[in-house]
């Protein structure tokens, strides 16, 4: 698992007693000072909680219970469970499942893979979870309990394909049990890991990209800013395409949709490379369906009856309506002037210090507030990391990170391309991450219309976002089968006998907890 190889990367990233905050400037200083670091890169989110944050907690009317997903309705995982809330009226508890093994554990708790406990059902027919399980109690003391309590809140509302289903939540003594999709694919941190010299191809990139855009995009209009992409939150489902996971440092604000008449909004947003002018590129075959440029113009139009994320800035459009005059090419040009639905939680203010040292945007970092631009600067490292297998602004240690990040120019290692396209893929590809890390927010690709500016970057020109999760990822996990009948031999950290059929009594033996 991606655990214990970041923990082997980035251990001595997280040791605070080694960073020096002297170099930082004022603002971030008075307050970096009550840090509390952790020791892996896995759970290295780091999280102030002082008077300076405003972090709105509002109680969502978009709150869906997990008990109405509608694209699970039809899963045999999501039938199960809905049979067993009817079989036992309602009261879920520990005692209804069967504990297999450890998935892994962070900062607030345990990950189990389990099934329900339903001797009419046996073996390979059974349909496998993940269930975290939360020491309330435990966190309650170390000043993490809110966190807790929204990730549960934003797992309840969440209902997309590249975002967990919360299949069900109980409390057991001072236990808080969620129980989600499990992904058996580990997480792309770890699968960067297996690929020729650590670095994803560009395909790949471009696959895993676009899924975590499109999930990024369904946060944003839920109100939701992620504030912690990085490989190790991307986890691989059983059938290759991706899940985000641990939403513990997340945002949630208030989302205010507004209508904008298309053309004036498109013609505000940053387009793609200049210089990218060729042909799209052709895709590897797997993803040739989703990737094709005849998918590209009807796209457009489709887009314009989705809810998009505008936001309008009067100067910016007066620029692009100047270049429509000079004759620039665009496609937007063929669409109709239709009005469209806008979401992106752009006045989200938050003075947190939240994220991932080498994922920290400049204004997490100088203490300025951060509002949803913060989730496309981590969306440009992620994509630097996994086309360059590591991240843009790494220094010697943490501060010189923080440091970097703040004053280090973005640069790209050279790499030889193997063909012309792929060095045209190339250039749109550090076009697109030159856009997105830039340091001033508001100067940031996605600033303005938030991920309809992204999506139509050159990079991912051709890419079919209504069908790509239709089509056949770059891996596919093993059979899950086969991980259902190596789940109980040694794979990971494997339970007793005992606490394994016995799972409700392990409150008086939690040491696995
Ligand atoms: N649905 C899942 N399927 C498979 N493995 C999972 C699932 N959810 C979490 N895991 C694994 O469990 C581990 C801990 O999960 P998670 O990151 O949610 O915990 P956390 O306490 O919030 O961690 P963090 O310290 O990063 O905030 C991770 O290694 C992850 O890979």
């Not at 893979?113 to 003391?141: F, T, W």
């Not at 309990?145 to 509302?157: F, V």
């Not at 650590?198 to 946060?219: G, N, P, V």
């Not at 440029?293 to 910016?316: D, H, L, M, P, Q």
Request: glycine residues 6%; aromatic residues 8%.
């Amino acid at each position: 698992m991606a655990t214990s190889k970041a923990i082997a990367r980035d251990e001595s990233d997280y040791d605070s007693s080694s960073s020096s905050l002297t170099t930082l400037p004022e603002s971030s200083r008075s307050w970096m000072t009550n840090l509390s670091f952790s020791s892996r890169r896995r759970s290295s989110s780091v999280s102030v909680c002082s008077s300076t944050t405003t972090d709105t907690t509002t109680t969502s009317s978009l709150y869906l219970s997990s008990h109405a997903k509608p694209h699970k309705a039809n899963q045999a995982a999501w039938e199960a469970m809905s049979r067993l809330r009817r079989d036992s009226n309602g009261h879920l508890g520990l005692h209804h499942f069967r504990l297999l093994r450890r998935l892994g554990g962070g900062d607030l708790g345990n990950v189990y893979l389990c099934q329900i406990r339903n001797p009419l059902v046996v073996g390979s027919k059974q349909s496998l979870y993940a269930m975290k399980v939360v020491d309330r109690e435990a966190l309650s003391v170390r000043n993490k309990l809110q966190r807790a309590q929204m990730e549960k809140e934003i797992l309840g509302m969440l209902d997309h394909p590249f975002l967990p289903t919360l299949y069900a939540e109980f409390d057991a003594s001072h236990y808080s049990c969620l129980v989600m999709e499990f992904c058996p694919g580990g997480d792309l941190y770890a699968s960067r890991q297996r690929q020729p010299g650590k670095r994803f191809s560009i395909q790949s990139t471009k696959f895993y990209a676009a899924e975590t855009l499109l999930a990024m995009e369904y946060l944003h209009m839920m109100g939701i800013v992620y504030r912690d992409l990085k490989p190790e939150n991307v986890l691989v489902r059983e059938d290759g395409h991706i899940m985000l996971s641990d939403f513990d440092l997340s945002l949630k604000c208030d989302v205010v949709p507004k209508l904008l008449r298309s053309k004036s909004s498109f013609k505000n947003t940053p387009r793609g490379s200049s210089s990218s002018t060729t042909a799209h590129p052709a895709c590897a075959a797997p993803m040739q369906s989703c990737f094709s440029s005849a998918s590209f113009r009807s796209k457009s139009k489709r887009e314009n009856r989705v809810i998009t994320i505008i936001r309008e800035n009067a100067g910016v459009q007066k620029q692009q309506e100047q270049k429509e005059d000079e004759g620039e090419e665009d496609v937007d040009d063929e669409e109709d002037d239709e009005p469209e639905l806008v979401a992106e939680p752009i006045n989200a203010k938050s003075m947190s210090f939240v994220g991932t040292h080498e994922y920290l945007a400049p204004e997490v970092i100088s203490g300025q507030g951060h509002g949803s631009a913060v989730d496309w600067w981590t969306f440009g490292v992620f994509l630097y990391e996994m086309l360059y297998g590591r991240t843009p602004f790494k220094g010697e240690n943490n501060s010189k990170t923080l440091l970097n990040i703040l004053k280090q120019p973005l640069a790209f290692p050279r790499i030889a391309a193997s063909s012309s396209k792929e060095y045209e893929e190339m250039v749109r590809v550090q076009d697109l991450i030159s856009k997105l890390l830039v340091k001033n927010p508001k100067k940031r690709i996605g600033s303005f219309t938030g991920s309809v500016e992204i999506k139509r970057h050159e990079f991912f020109r051709g890419v079919n976002w209504a069908l790509i999760r239709s089509i056949r990822p770059p891996e596919v996990p093993a059979d899950m089968n086969k991980i259902r009948s190596s789940s109980n031999k040694v794979l990971l950290p494997k339970l007793s006998k005992k606490d394994r059929d016995q799972p409700y009594r392990i409150t008086h033996n939690f040491d696995y907890f």
